[in-house]
């Protein structure tokens, strides 16, 4: 029978002091443990994949690699990542995810103290699955956030910065900003920047690391005066996606959202995951997309009134009602809409019978119509967009807000009916012994 022994992954630098003294302690059984020593994060990342169990992961808090994605990797599959740091780098290790932080001047006593209380064995005892284990997360006050999504050429983007102005005029959301998520990016354009540092990949790097103050958020974001919001650039080329990696793009966004009244993301209308095709690397060029879809109060989805555009329209409000996103919270919105009632009637119409087949179609709300308006002019003087766009979008966000409220407070749990008479009286027994 196999006595139960530790199963350790380990990843440092070259010739560190620490990982050889590991690596002697378990083949001489100084330390009940089985040492596999990793040559890259990646390595790590695939053994904890292979359905092994391991017991815990010591990674060397100097090596660029270790951030707080590896560490949620290792959370994810059941292991205790214990971070080796002198210090210097004056990172929170624990609030990034590490169960506990040794020092790289490492005695076997500090390092069997840890394993035994933080670490289970492997042999007879069972090792958490896959997923049991949780990051911890700070509950911080989150402002905002709406998605606006379209097929290219729908005027998405456009739509996106008519709300973020609507919402900066109207000044009950506190600061607004309009965040561009696409990967390929247009807003920078759109605004004629003449700067395209910082932007989204420097919010993202910067939290591979640990945590952003408010103040450093609000530093990679630029102020559009002539409009009252705030602007965060995109991706600088389409392939720099890669760059973008999941734990700390999500802990990016719930800085953003703790930073501003109200986050308007220009997203992509592309919600593909691995569940549908297969790919993890799909999901993760997706990531930004699915993640502000998946997190915002409303999003608002942008079509042309026409026969393709309706046609496009429905595919995008089946994509997302196959995402999760609750009907109540999606806001179709027809572009360059005809200005007769008549037309306009049949464009709902048509869009009633097209939905209809949809599951959670019939939930969804009519479209908002857009009228035609000179937009190109304003973009290219840097002046606010005409009326009554800013305005139009903003009343269609607040009603998704009160659809999404009030379904919120239907759903609530309700308790056991109370007996007349039960509350704040005393017992039969309780007055006896009394």
Not at 99 to 104: F, G, I
Not at 130 to 145: I, R
Not at 301 to 321: F, P, Q, R
Not at 397 to 403: I, M
Request: with cysteine; aromatic share 4%; proline share 7%.
């Amino acid at each position: 029978m196999t006595a139960e022994r530790f199963v350790l992954l380990g990843l440092a630098r070259a010739r560190s002091e620490w990982f050889r003294q590991v690596a002697q302690w378990a083949t001489s059984a100084a330390l009940p443990a089985d040492f596999v020593k990793c040559v890259s994060a990646e390595e790590v990342r695939r053994r904890l994949g292979s359905g092994r169990p391991f017991s815990a992961t010591l990674l060397d808090g100097a090596l660029p690699a270790v951030d707080r994605d590896l560490l949620a990797a290792v959370h994810d599959a059941g292991c205790v990542p214990l971070v080796m740091d002198d210090g210097t780098g004056r990172q929170d290790w624990l609030g990034l995810g590490a169960a506990a932080v040794l020092p790289p001047a490492l005695r076997r006593e500090d390092l069997l103290d840890v394993l035994v209380t933080h670490c289970s064995m492997v042999g007879g005892s069972e090792i958490a699955p896959p997923g049991g284990a949780s990051l911890p997360l700070s509950v911080v006050w989150e402002g905002s956030a709406v998605a606006v999504c379209g097929a290219g050429g729908a005027g998405s983007s456009t739509v996106a910065i008519a709300l973020a102005q609507g919402l900066a005029a109207e000044g009950t959301a506190g600061q607004v900003l309009l965040a561009d998520l696409c990967r390929r990016a247009e807003q920078a354009m759109l605004h004629d920047a003449r700067e395209l540092f910082p932007g989204l990949q420097e919010l993202v790097e910067g939290h591979r690391k640990g945590p952003v103050e408010p103040s450093e958020v609000l530093r990679t974001t630029f102020h559009v005066y002539e409009r009252g919001y705030d602007l965060l650039l995109g991706l600088r080329r389409p392939r720099f996606w890669s760059a973008l990696r999941p734990r700390s793009l999500e802990t990016a966004f719930r800085s953003l959202r703790a930073a501003f009244g109200v986050v308007v993301c220009d997203i992509d209308a592309d919600f593909e995951g691995e569940d549908d095709c297969g790919s993890a690397d799909v999901e993760e060029r997706n990531l930004a997309s699915r993640l502000a879809a998946q997190q915002a109060d409303a999003v608002l989805v942008v079509g042309t009134a026409g026969l393709k555009g309706l046609h496009t329209l429905t595919g995008l409000l089946a994509d997302l009602l196959a995402l999760g996103v609750a009907p109540e919270r999606i806001v179709p919105v027809l572009n360059q809409a005809p200005r007769q009632p008549h037309l306009r009637a049949g464009l709902s119409s048509t869009f009633a019978q097209l939905i209809g087949s949809l599951s959670g179609g019939g939930r969804l709300p009519s479209p908002v119509f857009l009228p035609r308006r000179n937009v190109e002019e304003a973009l290219r003087d840097g002046v606010p967009l005409p009326a009554p766009l800013p305005a139009l979008i903003v009343g269609a966000y607040h009603a998704a807000l009160r659809r999404s409220g009030e379904l919120e407070k239907e759903l609530l749990p309700v308790g056991p009916p109370v007996t007349p008479g039960s509350l704040g009286a005393w017992s039969l027994q309780e007055e006896a012994g009394g």
